[in-house]
């Protein structure tokens, strides 16, 4: 028997695998664009650190009330903050319709009305943006957005619907609601959150999910004071989602919405 090793086949290279050029230039953008984000994110922890050590009212979750509160990032930073996790199905709205949903839901509020938005941090940023309100709260899974506004953050897990701080038990004037996952499983759980935490009378609810989950919302919001739904004027515009996304309201004229 040989002792001697194969022969190599001549059509074989002894060179390592590389990638195509086009591709080594996606990927090092790819990585560049994440470090960007870490870098930006961890430089708003920083700052609002800063503040809490400081003093200024928002920097913390039991801070009071003394109308110092530091404005919030504008779109554009919080993007450049805060990458989308897919495993999360975050994806952002565009920066226009972020602005003008806020507008929207503005219009329809009150000095003083209490909104909760729930899985829609980005409709939350740009709502502070157009006018700040200390009646604005996020309910969100994914804690770095606890960065934004410690105060104004709310530790929300959709597969504990009924754990949320119990202050907010029927406190709510507005509901803005955006269902991570388009299924009737996760429209029931949220649901479950949102009959808790809305008033029970003279409240509202808005929800922003795809057209292909419909006939789902006609059977899970069925009744005061989450529906019958009416599907709005406004169009959902997502920076990189093709699918059919529109809203609906469960108010008196709530087709008009975004008109």
Partial sequence: MSSRSPSPDPNLSESPPR???SVLALLNQ?????DE????FKALEAEHE???IAGIT???PDDEDDGSDKPMVSLAEYKKAFGEDWQLSQFWYSDAFATRIAEAIHAQCSEGSRVAFLCAPTAFVAFQNVKQSKEAYVFEVDQRFAVLSPRQYVFYDLDEPEVFPQRFKHYFDFVIADPP???EVTNRKIVTTIRQIMKPKDSKLLLLTSTSVEDVLEKVYD???IGPLKRTALVVEHGQLANDFASWGSWEGAENFGR
């Fill in 37 to 40: 984000e870490e870098r930006r």
């Fill in 19 to 21: 990638l195509d050029p």
């Fill in 223 to 225: 009744e005061p004071p």
């Fill in 58 to 60: 928002g920097a913390g």
């Fill in 50 to 52: 800063a503040a809490r």
């Fill in 30 to 34: 790819f990585m560049s664009e994440r």
């Fill in 181 to 183: 996952f388009l299924n």
